[in-house]
């Protein structure tokens, strides 16, 4: 066998291990502690969390603060969610269309990942560090493992260039940095129950198209 065949040989092995070695997951639910801090006063404010829910081409994101609950919902296979959200007593329902969907998204979109070679070790994960800027100068930093990767690309609006598992990420915004941490990850087939994905029937919300959203954001 020539050089040449050798080379590729080993080549195609390695590339096989490793793409046979990543599980692909289509569901999932992933739990992080989320840490504010504030460059001017280190002092940590009230503990929030983020809930992503994954079931095929449905996606759920929750964010729950001390102040209030944001919900994202989408289907990428319809091209239709809802933003959920609750905050100081009001309560709005907030639809979504594809373009919607994108165009808030728009700033993370197409982000170009990094990767400095870096590895760290998160709890029993094996991490790359891979970074982004955003248009604004904000930076996304963003701890994966390599080990694991969603068949739903779409479940996060902030990390869709990531090719894995994201455990631990961190965006600097001004003089807020956020740290999101995973405490929870499981993948089991009957993780994740349908009635996740339903908008809500009842509760008083105020219903709006995104346009109408955007316009009383602005005047606000």
Do not use: H
């Not at 982000?111 to 870096?118: A, K, M, Q």
């Not at 760290?120 to 904000?138: F, R, V, W």
């Not at 994905?197 to 919300?205: D, H, M, V």
């Amino acid at each position: 066998m020539s050089r040449i065949s050798i080379f590729f040989y080993f080549m195609f092995v390695f590339i096989a291990q490793n793409s046979f070695a990543q599980k692909v997951i289509n569901e999932a639910v992933l739990k992080y502690d989320v840490a504010m801090r504030s460059t001017s006063n280190p002092k940590q404010f009230e503990n929030t969390s983020l809930n992503i829910f994954i079931k095929g081409k449905q996606s759920r994101s929750e964010v729950n603060s001390s102040v209030g609950n944001e919900i994202s919902i989408f289907d990428s296979n319809t091209g239709t969610g809802a933003i959920i959200k609750e905050y100081s007593g009001q309560k709005l329902l907030i639809l979504l269309n594809r373009d919607n969907w994108n165009a808030r998204n728009n700033q993370f979109r197409l982000l170009t990942f990094t990767e400095s070679g870096e590895m760290k070790k998160i709890n029993s994960y094996q991490c790359i560090k891979t970074t982004a800027s955003l248009p604004d100068g904000e930076k996304l930093t963003v701890y994966y493992s390599p080990d694991y990767l969603f068949s739903n690309n779409e479940y996060s609006y902030a990390l869709p260039g990531i090719k894995g598992m994201p455990v631990e990420f961190e965006l600097t915004s001004g003089q807020i940095n956020l740290t999101y941490k995973l405490k929870e990850f499981n993948f089991e087939s009957s993780a994740v129950s349908n009635s996740l994905f339903e908008l809500p029937k009842s509760g008083n919300y105020r219903t709006m198209s995104y346009e109408e959203a955007t316009k009383l954001n602005k005047k606000n």
